[in-house]
């Protein structure tokens, strides 16, 4: 009997020092993946091919790391809302470009997509730190436009881009008019059980059974739920209830947290959809929920000239 619990224990500590590891070796490769298996780092296509007038901007984070973006004008004649866009953390911008494409038509908006550093034309290399230096950089660069309404700025961020636009809203009250998740993560921390199941009894974060003893381990924590309730903006929740990767308890989780303390929010659930294709599987209800959502909480300042098609005043196509 002694023999056996002796083996356990090596065994459980043998467990936590190849965990720890593991960990501290691999865990921007875990959390970070510029470039998808099989293919290349660089752009696959360019907003043209799909038509759409593009502008390349090329812009500094506040350490100085050089930072590629697409800057995509729906028309000249409309001053709609510019959505910011941050993307999942697998693949660059251009694997996001059928989806942005779409937005445009459906909510008349103009897009701007970032590259992380350390993705796409981007230099440096991924971080937390660094991924919020370059969204800030981004945001200060389109406040600085004057070809966009600077009042309608609107965060949308999937997956990982959901934590970073939570972090940029909750720094920029004043610049963000309005911030949607979709399918985003309560914490790295809180995912780290559910990428490597051993890990769950070490790592772990307010969403789970409480703070673990390896966290101080974790880089990039992205514990979006320790700040989502400083969000003063209105928040959309899209959440895709067949989400394989982020448990939809998630997007629960962060909606009750931002309730409690701010009640202009919305929170929406899609039956069929998965992490990556909520987008299509939500069909034409998706989108008019998030138009429903700007119509409420972003209204239009002035009415667009015939570039657009969208009547503010009209809420009879908006059903959800």
Same mark, same amino acid.
């Given at each position: 009997m002694a023999s056996w619990l002796k083996a356990l224990i090596y065994g459980a500590g043998g467990m936590a020092v190849v965990g720890m590891a593991a960990l501290v070796a691999l865990q921007e490769r875990l959390v970070y993946v510029p470039v998808l298996p099989g293919l290349a780092r660089a752009y696959a296509i360019t907003p043209a091919r799909l038509r759409l007038d593009y502008e390349d901007v090329w812009l500094h984070s506040s350490d100085g790391v050089r930072l590629h973006s697409w800057f995509i004008k729906h028309s000249p004649a409309c001053r709609g809302p510019t959505i910011l866009f941050f993307q999942e953390n697998a693949g660059n911008i251009a694997h996001r470009l059928e989806f942005v494409r779409l937005m445009m038509q459906r909510l008349q908006c103009n897009v701007f997509m970032l590259s992380y550093r350390g993705y796409g034309e981007s230099d440096g290399y991924p971080s937390? =730190?660094?991924?919020?230096? !370059?969204?800030?950089?981004? *945001? !200060? =660069? *389109?406040?600085q436009r004057n070809d966009i309404d600077t009042s309608r700025i609107v965060v949308f961020g999937r997956s990982l881009g959901g934590a970073v636009g939570t972090v940029l809203a909750k720094n920029n009250p004043d610049k963000v008019s309005a911030l949607i998740l979709e399918n985003t993560f309560t914490s790295i921390l809180d995912m780290a059980g559910i990428m490597l199941p051993f890990l769950k009894w070490f790592i772990g974060g307010s969403a789970s059974s409480g703070p673990k003893v390896l966290n101080f381990l974790v880089r990039s924590p992205w514990s979006t739920i320790d700040i989502i309730g400083q969000v003063k903006q209105p928040i959309l929740f899209l959440s895709g209830l067949q989400d394989e990767l982020v448990p939809p308890s998630h997007m629960r989780i962060l909606y009750d947290k931002h309730v409690e303390h701010n009640r202009q929010c919305m929170f929406v659930d899609f039956p069929s959809g998965m992490h990556m294709d909520t987008w299509i599987s939500g069909g034409d209800r998706y989108w008019r929920t998030i138009q429903l959502y700007l119509d409420r909480y972003v209204p239009e300042m002035q009415i667009c000239d015939l570039g657009c098609k969208n009547d503010p005043t009209d809420k009879s196509n908006i059903l959800l």
């Open positions: 937390q =730190h660094g991924i919020i230096k !370059d969204a800030q950089a981004a *945001l !200060d =660069h *389109l406040t």
